[in-house]
Protein backbone atom coordinates (compact mmCIF):
# COMPACT_ATOMS: atom_id res chain seq x y z
CA UNK A 1 0.00 0.00 0.00
CA UNK A 2 1.22 3.58 -1.27
CA UNK A 3 0.79 6.00 1.33
CA UNK A 4 -1.46 9.12 -0.48
CA UNK A 5 -1.95 12.16 1.72
CA UNK A 6 -2.10 15.85 0.48
CA UNK A 7 -2.32 18.76 2.70
CA UNK A 8 -4.66 21.64 1.14
CA UNK A 9 -4.32 24.85 2.62
CA UNK A 10 -4.44 28.56 2.28
CA UNK A 11 -1.18 30.76 2.80
CA UNK A 12 0.10 34.23 2.10
CA UNK A 13 2.77 35.26 -0.09
CA UNK A 14 4.71 37.66 -0.82
CA UNK A 15 4.26 39.16 -4.42
CA UNK A 16 4.81 42.02 -6.49
CA UNK A 17 6.28 44.92 -4.76
CA UNK A 18 6.15 43.08 -1.73
CA UNK A 19 2.57 42.70 -1.33
CA UNK A 20 1.15 40.04 1.11
CA UNK A 21 -1.37 38.49 -1.72
CA UNK A 22 -3.82 35.23 -0.93
CA UNK A 23 -2.59 32.11 -2.48
CA UNK A 24 -3.70 28.20 -2.54
CA UNK A 25 -1.06 25.52 -2.05
CA UNK A 26 -1.63 22.04 -1.95
CA UNK A 27 1.69 19.74 -1.36
CA UNK A 28 2.55 16.18 -0.96
CA UNK A 29 2.34 14.76 3.05
CA UNK A 30 6.24 13.55 3.09
CA UNK A 31 9.08 14.62 3.53
CA UNK A 32 10.38 13.36 0.61
CA UNK A 33 11.90 16.38 -2.03
CA UNK A 34 9.51 17.70 -4.70
CA UNK A 35 9.62 19.93 -7.00
CA UNK A 36 7.46 22.95 -7.37
CA UNK A 37 4.30 24.01 -9.70
CA UNK A 38 2.62 27.50 -9.90
CA UNK A 39 -0.94 27.19 -11.08
CA UNK A 40 -1.89 30.43 -12.96
CA UNK A 41 -5.62 30.60 -12.64
CA UNK A 42 -8.26 31.33 -15.54
CA UNK A 43 -9.61 34.16 -16.35
CA UNK A 44 -12.66 33.95 -14.01
CA UNK A 45 -10.84 33.87 -11.47
CA UNK A 46 -9.22 31.70 -7.72
CA UNK A 47 -12.25 29.51 -8.46
CA UNK A 48 -13.23 26.02 -7.03
CA UNK A 49 -12.27 24.03 -9.77
CA UNK A 50 -8.75 25.48 -10.31
CA UNK A 51 -8.14 24.69 -6.44
CA UNK A 52 -8.81 21.43 -7.53
CA UNK A 53 -5.95 21.54 -10.33
CA UNK A 54 -3.91 22.61 -7.56
CA UNK A 55 -4.64 19.46 -5.63
CA UNK A 56 -4.30 17.32 -8.17
CA UNK A 57 -0.90 18.73 -8.81
CA UNK A 58 -0.11 17.44 -5.29
CA UNK A 59 -1.17 14.17 -5.82
CA UNK A 60 1.09 13.48 -9.08
CA UNK A 61 3.88 15.09 -6.42
CA UNK A 62 4.66 18.35 -6.85
CA UNK A 63 4.22 21.18 -4.41
CA UNK A 64 1.70 23.35 -5.63
CA UNK A 65 0.39 27.07 -5.11
CA UNK A 66 -1.95 28.99 -7.16
CA UNK A 67 -1.57 32.99 -6.00
CA UNK A 68 -5.09 34.34 -6.52
CA UNK A 69 -4.04 37.22 -8.75
CA UNK A 70 -6.78 39.17 -8.18
CA UNK A 71 -6.53 39.32 -4.26
CA UNK A 72 -5.79 42.88 -4.33
CA UNK A 73 -9.14 44.24 -6.24
CA UNK A 74 -11.38 42.17 -4.51
CA UNK A 75 -9.94 40.48 -1.26
CA UNK A 76 -12.25 37.40 -0.05
CA UNK A 77 -14.57 38.65 -2.53
CA UNK A 78 -16.42 35.58 -3.76
CA UNK A 79 -14.23 34.06 -7.03
CA UNK A 80 -16.96 35.23 -9.47
CA UNK A 81 -17.53 38.82 -8.09
CA UNK A 82 -13.44 39.01 -8.15
CA UNK A 83 -13.29 38.39 -11.84
CA UNK A 84 -15.91 40.76 -12.54
CA UNK A 85 -13.79 43.45 -10.88
CA UNK A 86 -10.76 42.61 -12.06
CA UNK A 87 -12.32 42.37 -15.71
CA UNK A 88 -13.64 45.37 -15.34
CA UNK A 89 -10.69 47.23 -14.48
CA UNK A 90 -8.88 46.11 -16.76
CA UNK A 91 -7.56 42.99 -15.48
CA UNK A 92 -4.01 42.26 -14.06
CA UNK A 93 -1.00 44.47 -15.48
CA UNK A 94 1.84 41.93 -16.86
CA UNK A 95 4.54 43.68 -14.21
CA UNK A 96 2.32 42.89 -11.43
CA UNK A 97 1.73 39.54 -12.41
CA UNK A 98 5.71 38.84 -13.21
CA UNK A 99 5.82 39.66 -9.27
CA UNK A 100 3.20 37.75 -8.48
CA UNK A 101 5.02 35.03 -10.50
CA UNK A 102 8.65 35.17 -8.91
CA UNK A 103 6.84 35.71 -5.05
CA UNK A 104 5.05 32.11 -6.08
CA UNK A 105 8.53 30.92 -7.54
CA UNK A 106 10.70 31.87 -4.57
CA UNK A 107 7.39 30.59 -1.87
CA UNK A 108 7.87 27.16 -3.72
CA UNK A 109 11.63 26.86 -3.39
CA UNK A 110 11.48 28.04 0.16
CA UNK A 111 10.21 24.72 1.10
CA UNK A 112 12.14 22.44 3.04
CA UNK A 113 11.69 19.57 1.06
CA UNK A 114 12.06 21.82 -2.59
CA UNK A 115 14.43 20.16 -5.17
CA UNK A 116 14.82 23.33 -6.37
CA UNK A 117 12.80 22.55 -9.77
CA UNK A 118 9.74 24.64 -10.29
CA UNK A 119 7.45 24.45 -13.28
CA UNK A 120 4.57 26.67 -14.08
CA UNK A 121 0.62 26.06 -15.91
CA UNK A 122 -1.95 28.31 -16.79
CA UNK A 123 -5.26 28.14 -18.56
CA UNK A 124 -6.89 30.78 -20.78
CA UNK A 125 -6.00 34.00 -19.64
CA UNK A 126 -3.13 32.30 -17.50
CA UNK A 127 -2.01 30.57 -20.51
CA UNK A 128 -0.47 33.57 -21.79
CA UNK A 129 0.79 34.27 -18.37
CA UNK A 130 2.59 30.95 -18.54
CA UNK A 131 4.33 31.71 -21.57
CA UNK A 132 5.24 35.17 -19.64
CA UNK A 133 6.58 33.52 -16.79
CA UNK A 134 8.87 31.26 -19.00
CA UNK A 135 10.72 34.56 -20.47
CA UNK A 136 10.53 36.62 -17.00
CA UNK A 137 11.03 33.75 -13.81
CA UNK A 138 13.62 31.61 -13.52
CA UNK A 139 11.22 27.85 -14.13
CA UNK A 140 12.05 24.62 -15.83
CA UNK A 141 8.77 24.03 -17.69
CA UNK A 142 5.93 25.91 -18.71
CA UNK A 143 2.84 24.71 -19.78
CA UNK A 144 0.24 27.27 -21.89
CA UNK A 145 -3.27 25.84 -21.96
CA UNK A 146 -4.86 27.83 -25.09
CA UNK A 147 -3.47 31.07 -23.71
CA UNK A 148 -4.60 34.00 -26.13
CA UNK A 149 -3.01 37.35 -27.01
CA UNK A 150 0.61 35.96 -26.85
CA UNK A 151 0.65 36.15 -30.95
CA UNK A 152 -2.47 37.92 -31.83
CA UNK A 153 -3.30 41.66 -31.17
CA UNK A 154 -6.37 41.90 -28.98
CA UNK A 155 -9.90 42.02 -30.51
CA UNK A 156 -12.03 45.20 -31.01
CA UNK A 157 -13.73 45.37 -27.58
CA UNK A 158 -10.89 43.84 -25.63
CA UNK A 159 -11.47 45.11 -21.90
CA UNK A 160 -7.90 43.87 -20.52
CA UNK A 161 -4.80 46.37 -20.87
CA UNK A 162 -2.86 43.52 -21.93
CA UNK A 163 -0.89 43.37 -25.49
CA UNK A 164 0.98 40.54 -27.26
CA UNK A 165 4.50 39.58 -26.97
CA UNK A 166 5.76 37.63 -30.33
CA UNK A 167 9.34 39.81 -29.93
CA UNK A 168 9.87 38.49 -26.62
CA UNK A 169 9.54 34.57 -27.72
CA UNK A 170 12.95 34.20 -28.31
CA UNK A 171 13.92 34.95 -24.81
CA UNK A 172 11.51 31.97 -23.41
CA UNK A 173 14.03 30.40 -20.72
CA UNK A 174 11.97 27.51 -20.17
CA UNK A 175 11.05 24.48 -22.42
CA UNK A 176 7.52 24.97 -23.27
CA UNK A 177 4.51 22.43 -23.41
CA UNK A 178 1.53 23.86 -25.18
CA UNK A 179 -2.29 22.42 -25.65
CA UNK A 180 -4.58 23.68 -28.26
CA UNK A 181 -7.98 23.03 -29.04
CA UNK A 182 -8.54 23.53 -32.81
CA UNK A 183 -12.10 24.73 -32.81
CA UNK A 184 -10.82 28.19 -30.19
CA UNK A 185 -10.65 31.59 -31.79
CA UNK A 186 -8.37 32.67 -29.14
CA UNK A 187 -5.92 31.26 -30.01
CA UNK A 188 -6.64 30.48 -33.32
CA UNK A 189 -5.07 27.78 -35.24
CA UNK A 190 -3.28 30.17 -37.53
CA UNK A 191 -2.21 32.11 -34.30
CA UNK A 192 -0.65 28.62 -32.89
CA UNK A 193 1.27 27.80 -35.93
CA UNK A 194 2.92 31.45 -35.92
CA UNK A 195 3.99 30.58 -31.71
CA UNK A 196 5.15 27.61 -33.18
CA UNK A 197 7.23 29.17 -35.93
CA UNK A 198 9.08 31.56 -33.44
CA UNK A 199 9.91 28.88 -30.92
CA UNK A 200 11.68 27.11 -34.06
CA UNK A 201 13.33 30.21 -35.24
CA UNK A 202 14.54 30.26 -31.92
CA UNK A 203 15.99 27.13 -31.27
CA UNK A 204 13.62 26.48 -28.30
CA UNK A 205 12.58 23.34 -26.73
CA UNK A 206 8.64 23.10 -26.85
CA UNK A 207 5.88 20.37 -27.55
CA UNK A 208 2.53 21.00 -28.90
CA UNK A 209 -0.89 19.27 -28.84
CA UNK A 210 -3.62 20.24 -31.31
CA UNK A 211 -6.90 18.79 -30.60
CA UNK A 212 -9.65 18.06 -33.41
CA UNK A 213 -13.55 18.59 -32.05
CA UNK A 214 -11.99 20.57 -29.18
CA UNK A 215 -12.29 24.61 -28.51
CA UNK A 216 -11.39 26.88 -25.81
CA UNK A 217 -11.12 25.76 -21.98
CA UNK A 218 -11.41 21.69 -23.02
CA UNK A 219 -9.96 21.23 -19.55
CA UNK A 220 -12.76 22.68 -17.15
CA UNK A 221 -14.65 19.75 -16.36
CA UNK A 222 -17.51 22.04 -15.01
CA UNK A 223 -18.23 23.72 -18.25
CA UNK A 224 -20.02 22.63 -21.51
CA UNK A 225 -16.76 23.32 -23.80
CA UNK A 226 -15.22 20.16 -21.52
CA UNK A 227 -13.54 17.50 -24.33
CA UNK A 228 -12.77 14.52 -22.13
CA UNK A 229 -10.79 12.70 -24.98
CA UNK A 230 -8.66 15.83 -25.33
CA UNK A 231 -8.45 16.95 -21.62
CA UNK A 232 -7.60 12.94 -20.50
CA UNK A 233 -5.19 12.98 -23.55
CA UNK A 234 -3.48 16.20 -22.28
CA UNK A 235 -3.36 15.75 -18.71
CA UNK A 236 -0.97 12.53 -20.00
CA UNK A 237 0.99 14.94 -21.60
CA UNK A 238 1.36 17.47 -18.85
CA UNK A 239 2.47 14.44 -16.95
CA UNK A 240 4.76 13.21 -18.96
CA UNK A 241 6.62 16.86 -19.42
CA UNK A 242 6.82 17.64 -16.45
CA UNK A 243 8.59 14.36 -15.39
CA UNK A 244 10.66 15.17 -18.09
CA UNK A 245 11.67 18.47 -17.09
CA UNK A 246 11.32 18.82 -13.11
CA UNK A 247 12.83 15.22 -12.23
CA UNK A 248 10.33 12.09 -11.46
CA UNK A 249 8.80 13.44 -7.85
CA UNK B 1 -13.40 30.99 -26.62
CA UNK B 2 -12.90 33.69 -24.53
CA UNK B 3 -14.87 36.50 -26.24
CA UNK B 4 -13.42 39.38 -24.40
CA UNK B 5 -15.83 41.54 -26.09
CA UNK B 6 -17.08 43.87 -23.08
CA UNK B 7 -18.94 47.12 -23.25
CA UNK B 8 -19.12 49.70 -19.90
CA UNK B 9 -21.88 52.08 -19.38
CA UNK B 10 -21.51 54.86 -16.42
CA UNK B 11 -24.87 54.95 -14.87
CA UNK B 12 -26.52 57.90 -13.49
CA UNK B 13 -29.30 57.97 -10.80
CA UNK B 14 -29.89 54.20 -10.86
CA UNK B 15 -29.84 51.64 -8.03
CA UNK B 16 -30.09 48.03 -7.60
CA UNK B 17 -31.08 45.52 -5.38
CA UNK B 18 -27.51 43.71 -3.80
CA UNK B 19 -27.43 40.87 -1.24
CA UNK B 20 -27.00 44.05 1.23
CA UNK B 21 -30.03 45.98 0.34
CA UNK B 22 -30.51 48.38 -2.23
CA UNK B 23 -27.43 50.31 -3.34
CA UNK B 24 -26.55 52.87 -5.90
CA UNK B 25 -25.48 51.83 -8.81
CA UNK B 26 -22.61 53.52 -11.02
CA UNK B 27 -21.28 51.46 -13.97
CA UNK B 28 -22.44 48.29 -16.07
CA UNK B 29 -20.56 45.67 -18.25
CA UNK B 30 -22.11 44.23 -20.95
CA UNK B 31 -20.26 41.18 -22.11
CA UNK B 32 -20.66 37.86 -24.24
CA UNK B 33 -18.41 35.44 -22.84
CA UNK B 34 -18.60 31.81 -20.60
CA UNK B 35 -21.04 32.08 -17.84
CA UNK B 36 -20.50 30.92 -14.51
CA UNK B 37 -23.84 29.46 -13.82
CA UNK B 38 -26.09 30.00 -16.73
CA UNK B 39 -26.11 26.13 -18.94
CA UNK B 40 -24.22 27.71 -22.31
CA UNK B 41 -20.51 27.98 -23.34
CA UNK B 42 -21.73 32.10 -23.63
CA UNK B 43 -24.03 34.10 -22.52
CA UNK B 44 -24.86 37.86 -22.29
CA UNK B 45 -23.44 38.86 -18.83
CA UNK B 46 -24.31 41.93 -17.45
CA UNK B 47 -22.79 43.25 -14.25
CA UNK B 48 -24.19 46.09 -12.32
CA UNK B 49 -21.35 47.74 -10.05
CA UNK B 50 -21.07 49.87 -7.37
CA UNK B 51 -17.09 50.35 -7.23
CA UNK B 52 -17.21 51.86 -4.12
CA UNK B 53 -18.85 49.43 -2.44
CA UNK B 54 -16.41 46.55 -2.97
CA UNK B 55 -16.76 43.16 -5.55
CA UNK B 56 -19.81 42.01 -3.63
CA UNK B 57 -22.13 44.67 -4.12
CA UNK B 58 -22.17 43.32 -7.69
CA UNK B 59 -25.70 42.14 -9.66
CA UNK B 60 -25.00 39.98 -12.04
CA UNK B 61 -27.27 38.22 -14.92
CA UNK B 62 -26.26 35.53 -16.77
CA UNK B 63 -28.91 35.66 -20.31
CA UNK B 64 -28.95 33.10 -23.13
CA UNK B 65 -28.47 35.03 -26.77
CA UNK B 66 -32.04 34.46 -27.11
CA UNK B 67 -33.20 36.00 -23.91
CA UNK B 68 -30.44 38.67 -24.20
CA UNK B 69 -32.19 40.28 -27.43
CA UNK B 70 -35.66 39.62 -26.29
CA UNK B 71 -34.64 41.96 -22.89
CA UNK B 72 -32.58 44.86 -25.54
CA UNK B 73 -36.77 44.78 -27.05
CA UNK B 74 -38.26 44.84 -24.20
CA UNK B 75 -36.03 47.72 -22.85
CA UNK B 76 -36.15 49.46 -26.77
CA UNK B 77 -40.26 49.72 -26.58
CA UNK B 78 -40.56 50.55 -22.52
CA UNK B 79 -37.44 53.54 -22.97
CA UNK B 80 -39.58 54.80 -26.21
CA UNK B 81 -42.82 54.93 -24.56
CA UNK B 82 -41.05 56.56 -21.42
CA UNK B 83 -39.83 59.04 -23.90
CA UNK B 84 -43.85 60.07 -24.31
CA UNK B 85 -44.19 60.72 -21.09
Sequence with gaps: MKYDAVLAETVGIRGHGDDLIEAYSARPMDAAPHSGMIVIHHMPGYDAETKEITRRFATMGYSAICPNLYTREAPDADPDDAAATARANGGVPDERFVGDAKGAAAWLRALPNATGKVGVIGYCSGGRQAVLTGIEVDVQAAVDCYGALVIETPPEGFPLKVSPFPERIKDLGAPLLGLFGNDDAHPAPDHVDELEKLLQESGKTYEFHRYDGAGHAFFAVDRPSYRPEAAVDAWGHVENFLAEHLGAS | ?85
Design chain 2, 1 to 85: MCTYSTEKVALDRSSGKTRDGWQSMSEASVYYDHPVHAPDAHTVNIDFLNPDRGPSSRIAVELSLDSARELLAALQTTVERAEEH
